[in-house]
T-cell receptor
Framework: AQSVTQLGSHVSVSEGALVLLRCNYS??????LFWYVQYPNQGLQLLLK??????LVKGINGFEAEFKKSETSFHLTKPSAHMSDAAEYFC????????????FGKGTMLLVSP | DSGVTQTPKHLITATGQRVTLRCSPR?????VYWYQQSLDQGLQFLIQ???????AKGNILERFSAQQFPDLHSELNLSSLELGDSALYFC?????????????FGNGTRLTVT
């Protein structure tokens, strides 16, 4: 079975500061990994995904994530936070072997202060 | 706008009742997924349909059922409702399976059981 752990239910940063949201996964096979963002009163939106190939993945809105197999991690970063980045972020994993569905972490709320 | 439409947006009902949540997937998408989001459990995968057939089943209670119709819209039926069923229910769609094409989420149906 797969699982995802997101460290920190809330992360607070100042505008312009580095954003780092942590995600660790557990999977018996090399997984596919995703980050989704949820703005208030909206559904989830894909930020970026890793399937195969380059381990540093760039997504929308200046976010990127690096797949580190040895650390079973897929942390999300952004060099400079913007007020509009305030939202809840979900890391997810899928099993590429079959009819895969996504297993989500519990989410991290990003708070950005001026 | 993700292109996934969920109705109704809000639903308030009493314990023991039955409700139906409706989802219209993005044009051209064959896969429909249902997720339940609650504060304590996070995002839980319920069930997936692909082109009218059940593809995968997650933590879906026996009191819950779903189907996907020939026009590809889907309905999630929740019966004998309990207070603990209060949650946000999301529908998502994708072109094929989630690892080859990303999930597109609707804005959810907020169910309140009183």
């Amino acid at each position: 079975a797969q699982s995802v752990t997101q460290l920190g239910s809330h992360v607070s940063v100042s505008e312009g500061a580095l954003v780092l949201l942590r995600c660790n996964y557990s999977s018996s096979v090399p997984p596919y990994l995703f980050w989704y963002v949820q703005y208030p009163n909206q559904g989830l939106q894909l930020l970026l995904k890793y399937t195969t190939g380059a381990t540093l993945v760039k997504g929308i809105n200046g976010f990127e994530a690096e797949f580190k197999k040895s650390e079973t991690s897929f942390h999300l970063t952004k060099p400079s936070a913007h007020m509009s980045d305030a939202a809840e972020y979900f890391c997810a994993v899928s099993d590429p072997r079959g009819y895969s569905t996504l297993t989500f972490g519990k989410g991290t709320m990003l708070l950005v202060s001026p | 706008d993700s292109g996934v439409t969920q109705t109704p947006k809000h639903l308030i009902t009493a314990t023991g009742q039955r409700v139906t949540l409706r989802c219209s997937p993005r044009s051209g998408d064959l896969s429909v997924y249902w997720y339940q989001q609650s504060l304590d459990q996070g995002l839980q995968f319920l069930i997936q349909y692909y082109n009218g057939e059940e593809r995968a089943k997650g933590n879906i209670l026996e009191r819950f059922s779903a189907q996907q119709f020939p026009d590809l819209h889907s309905e999630l039926n929740l019966s004998s409702l309990e207070l603990g069923d209060s949650a946000l229910y999301f529908c998502a769609s994708s072109g094929r399976d989630s690892y080859n094409s990303p999930l597109h989420f609707g804005n959810g149906t907020r169910l309140t059981v009183t």
